[in-house]
């Protein structure tokens, strides 16, 4: 079986490349699947999901743990294809598949403890009943997936509706339409009966194509821009979706903090694969009274950085061609507004390549402070003290994640921060835990992936009530009694009607 061998294909569809960012060579050439083939991949999907539902939890799990054992062992041939893709570092490429692992199995051996049935508590009135409740798996799911992360992200989402019972069909970003091809043909060597995950590949009419084939509900991953885009077209047909968009996060140091280890973490959250991540550190407060140590270590580490297509290079190109003119043009204001560059800046874009840049002395009104960058750059800024930290980081409208570096106030500091993850003394490590829920607030959207909230993400809340013997007091019934009512009243005040006193 291939990647692609759900999708009718004709001689005259059209396609697209995909070339690599750093070299321009042409990686591959997809075709553009249209609104025929999104319909036609969710019914394939229906029944698809009727056997994999049918399959139990402890079956899905089995196959989901398969599954790992395929990436784990051809790391590198997936790792070839990232890099060739999204133009990141070999080594940060690989990296990418061994952190889903986890979440593949976490998820198929949770399941059923998370969504299986389980009793629920009755009243006083209606103690003649039973109660349960479960959760069960939607049906259908569209997985529009990013670029940047194009194993980790999609997989979040495609894995643990998996694990809940649901078929999928994915749409990769058109940047990295091999990656997923690569994945969901993986899948189908463990999963040959039925197409559990297809594929869908194309531009954003793939995208929207999905959006309006009646699937359950649509995961979405990417800008907050692009999501609203992506809402607009489910709310024609009440399609609810989870949608994991940008962020300006922030990392905030307080005066004492290991500067050390802060400033390593500063600069891989912020420069790692070029900035472009939706949890990457943008903006950094650092304590007055070590803001001179902070910004000094900063600099001379970002200048023992490059960014390169070279295999010495820390970092590599920027994936979207139009991204360079956005970090352009955010370097570019905060400069107009009084920002310094200590090491970078515009002069040091080459091409698709951004070297390693930290800026000092931007106005929290600029571009770089307020908007997502996505580069590899850092604004870093003195505060008198932590309250001004959490209020500069809890003032922008984005709220993902964050990281505190403290050591007596670190879980402290990290309470006040209105963002969906924090991280503290550390950075990327929630992505990591399987059991933690991974998304934001605000406009950086909503619905989880990962953990109990990422199962419960795809399923509904399945509640039956059964009445185990007649009650002793008939209430929904038009035969219902004066004496009753009274005795209605007296209990209902008994167990409710206490008075409060101040």
Known sequence: MTATSHVQSTTSRPTFEVRNPGTGDLVGTYPIHDESDAAAAVERARTAFDWWSGLGYAERGERLARFAGVLARRMAQLGAIIHDETGKPYSDAVLEPALVLDHLKWAGRNA??????????????????????????????GVIGPWNYPVFTPLGSIVYALAAGNAVVFKPSEYSPGVGAWLVEMFGEVVPEQPVLQLLTGDASTGEALCRAGADKIAFTGSTETAKKVMAVCAESL?????????????????????????????????????????????????????????????????????????????????MPKQVAVIRRHLEDAIVRGGRVLTGGVGEIAGQVVQPTVLVD???????????????TLTVAAVADMDEAVERANASRYGLSAAVYAKARGRDLADRLRTGMVSVNAVFNFPQIPSLPFGGVGASGFGR????????????AHAVARQRFAPLMALTTFDRTERTDRLVAKTTTMLHGKRYVG
């Open 239 to 319: 399609t609810p979706m989870v949608a994991e968009c940008g962020g300006k996060d922030v990392l905030i140091v307080d005066a004492d903090a290991d500067l050390d280890t802060a400033v390593d973490a500063a600069l891989w959250a912020g420069m790692a694969n070029a900035g472009q991540s939706c949890i990457a550190t943008e903006r950094v407060y650092v304590h007055r009274a070590v803001y001179d140590t902070f910004v000094d270590k900063a600099v001379a580490r970002a200048r023992e950085l490059r960014a390169g297509i070279d295999t010495e290079a820390k970092i590599g190109p920027i994936t």
């Open 112 to 141: 059923r403890k998370v969504l299986g049935r389980k009793r629920a508590r009755v009243g006083l009135l209606t103690v003649n009943h039973a109660a349960s409740v479960e959760y069960k798996p939607l049906g259908v799911i």
């Open 449 to 460: 992936i990962h953990g109990p909230d990422g199962l419960r993400e795809f399923t509904y």
């Open 362 to 376: 931007v106005p929290e009104d600029a571009l770089a402070v307020t908007e997502e960058t996505f580069g590899p």
